[in-house]
Nanobody
Framework: QVQFVESGGGLVQPGGSLRLSCAAS????????MGWYRQAPGKQRELVAR???????VYLDSVKGRFTISRNNAQRTMYLQMNSLKPEDTAVYYC?????????WGQGTQVTVSS
């Protein structure tokens, strides 16, 4: 199974930006859809954005116009550009296949939006 490692999180002020990266241990070219997920304290994990191998994207309503998902199959990497961050975006962010069926989760990367 392909393993994923997330990075790029941190502490940012409201209105700031972060770019998350997801590095895969193997080829992602055969993975039709990949996604970024997040889990805030006390809440269930939710899908933030997903992208097909052909570049079709779908976003959670609350992040539309602020977040941009992209992938580079040749570099086995996926990204999440997050702009105009809000405190409610605070969560641990994960990348994985979509849908997630029997695929283990990585450790995620913490994003904290606070002044």
């Amino acid at each position: 199974q392909v393993q994923f490692v997330e990075s790029g999180g941190g502490l940012v002020q409201p209105g700031g930006s972060l770019r998350l990266s997801c590095a895969a241990s193997g080829s992602i070219a055969s993975i039709y859809t990949m996604g970024w997920y997040r889990q805030a304290p006390g809440k269930q994990r939710e899908l933030v954005a997903r992208i097909t191998s052909g570049g079709i994207t779908v976003y959670l309503d609350s992040v539309k116009g602020r977040f941009t998902i992209s992938r580079n199959n040749a570099q086995r990497t996926m990204y999440l550009q997050m702009n105009s961050l809000k405190p409610e975006d605070t969560a641990v962010y994960y990348c994985n296949k979509y849908p997630v069926v029997g695929q283990p989760w990585g450790q995620g990367t913490q994003v904290t939006v606070s002044s």
